[in-house]
Every structure is written in C-alpha cells, then in structure tokens.
C-alpha cells in the first residue's frame, strides 16, 4: 500500500539559510499534519491542513510557513534557520473522519 | 488543554515477559487515543487507537490497550514481548478540528528487551 512521501530525507543546511520539506500524502487523504521531533523528544504539532486550507496551528515559529497545494502535497518552508530547528520532521496524512494520521519517515534536518 | 501523561520514561522486561505501558490523558470532551511505536531515526507506525464503543482495542505485532474513562487512563499491554519490540512508545490524544484531528502526544517510553 502507497505511505506517506517525504523529500527529501537528509537535509543540510547553515544558519540564516532557507529549507523547503516536501510531503506527498496517501492517495485520496485529504488532510496533512506536520511535526517537530527534537532529538529525544516528542514529535511537536506544527500546522494542519485540511481541503488545502490551513486547519490548526500548534507551536510553529513565524520564520515557518506551509500550504497544501491542490494535488493535496504539502510544503513545509523554513527561512533564516536557527541551531535549535535541527530537528526530525515528520509530515503525516488523514482522511477525513477517520482519525488515524499515517507518517511519513521524516526529514533529518541538520543546521549547522 | 489537552495533554498526555507517560510516567515511566524507561522500562525494561525480558523477553517473554508481559508488558503495560502506561498513558494518562487530560481532555474536556471524549477523546480520541492513540499509540505510536517509532524504532531509531525512524517513523511512527500506528499500533492501535480507540475512537468509541469497546473499551479493549486490539491492535498490530499483539498489542491491546483498555480505555478507562473513570482513570483517564489507556494503556498499552502486551502478553508475551518479542525482542524486536525494543523501541520508543508514544501515546498521543487527538481532537478533532475543522477537518483534521491534531495529535497531542506524550513523552515517550522506551522499552529495552532483555535476551
């Protein structure tokens, strides 16, 4: 069965650059979650999108900013990175209604 | 608020052993439960979740988990581990909003199984 896409997996980057997450959902889910995992930490809600609307908002910095497009992928952009966003990021998928969020493998987010 | 509660940060048992790992929420409606099994540098995989009707929720690799409404509680329970259970455990409390179910999720147990 098709899972959730994240690319890319590894990821790079200096402090004060921009980072772009791509999440490609399961077929036909039409709701798309992102989180924060901080190393031993839990995974941290970031933002939902739902019918390419926003949804909710959870504790996203404003230097983050995501949308859903219209074949329902999602990206995440992250501008002037910091040390403390390296991070795993997790995008997960839904259908409506039925609760259950699916997750991608993550990105590995390394700022140095 | 919502919020989710694992007390026990490491647990250990031997393999053959049973196992409950414990969950305690904080929700103002009824809430929708779930536990998550991520292995090292990897992704969650959904174990099982609870929605409504049967308190006992059977889920994948052997797990249940009991919903208590009167505890707050759902814990995770497995009668036999294998080692390949070894891995970090998050229980996770999800309220619907407009369209989505965000997932508040707890700390975190990692479990460690002993040959």
């Known amino acids: 069965a098709a899972g959730v896409i994240q690319s890319p997996r590894h990821l790079i980057k200096e402090k004060r650059e921009t980072a772009t997450l791509k999440c490609y959902p399961i077929?036909?889910?039409?709701?798309v979650y992102w989180y924060q995992q901080g190393p031993g930490q839990d995974p941290q809600f970031l933002i939902s999108?739902?019918?390419?609307?926003?949804?909710d908002k959870g504790s996203i910095p404003d230097r983050f900013s995501a949308q859903q497009f219209s074949d329902y992928h999602s990206e995440l952009n992250m501008s002037s990175l910091e040390l403390g966003d390296s991070a795993l990021y997790f995008c997960?998928?839904?259908?409506?209604?039925?609760?259950?969020?699916?997750f991608g493998p993550g990105t590995r987010l390394t700022v140095t | 608020a919502q919020s989710v509660t694992q007390p026990d940060i490491h647990i250990t048992v031997s393999e053959g052993a049973s196992l409950e790992l414990r969950c305690n929420y904080s929700?103002?409606?009824?809430?929708?439960l779930f536990w998550y099994v991520q292995s090292p540098g990897q992704g969650l995989q959904l174990l099982l979740k609870y929605f409504s009707g049967d308190t006992l929720v059977q889920g994948i690799k052997g797990f249940e988990a009991e919903f208590k409404r009167s505890q707050s509680s759902f814990n995770l329970r497995k009668p036999s581990v294998h080692w390949s259970d070894a891995a970090e455990y998050f229980c996770?409390?999800?309220?619907?909003?407009?369209?989505?179910?965000?997932?508040?999720f707890g700390t975190g147990t990692r479990l460690t199984v002993i040959p």
């Open positions: 997960a998928s839904s259908l409506t209604g039925l609760g259950e969020q699916y």
């Open positions: 996770a409390v999800g309220y619907h909003q407009t369209g989505a179910n965000n997932l508040f």
């Open positions: 929700y103002g409606a009824t809430p929708y």
């Open positions: 999108f739902y019918e390419k609307m926003q949804s």
């Open positions: 077929p036909r889910h039409d709701t």
